[in-house]
């Protein structure tokens, strides 16, 4: 079974910095898409950067330029780092499988908390 464990979160004031990070076990890490997601209070999830076995990014529009997702197959690990953090950014943080035909994973992990004062 897929689990996915999420840290790095926490308060930070606006402009601030936090470095996010995803340990999975359980499935071919390797093999996989992996991204970024999000959910703020009374929103619905949303992508917000992904990144393939060939470490080509993409990501939402309200980020370009402040996130960077990246990935470490020796660990299993992916990694999103957040600068310029903006209120808006607020949200709890995390990780899963991206695939367009398949979908994420069922069993997603218990998140992060990313808070941003302004």
């Known amino acids: 079974q897929v689990q996915l464990v999420e840290s790095g979160g926490g308060l930070v004031q606006g402009g601030g910095s936090l470095r996010l990070s995803c340990v999975v076990s359980g499935t071919n890490f390797g093999f996989n898409v992996w991204a970024w997601y999000r959910q703020a209070p009374g929103k619905q999830r949303e992508l917000v950067a992904t990144?393939?076995?060939?470490?080509?990014?993409n990501y939402v529009d309200s980020v370009k330029g402040r996130f960077t997702i990246s990935r470490s197959n020796a660990k299993n690990t992916v990694y999103l780092q957040m600068n310029s953090l903006k209120p808006d950014d607020t949200a709890v943080y995390f990780c899963?499988?991206?695939?367009?035909?398949?979908?994420?994973?069922?069993?997603w992990g218990q998140g992060t908390q990313v808070t941003v004062s302004s």
């Open positions: 899963n499988r991206f695939s367009r035909e398949l979908g994420p994973f069922n069993s």
């Open positions: 990144i393939t076995s060939g470490g080509i990014t």
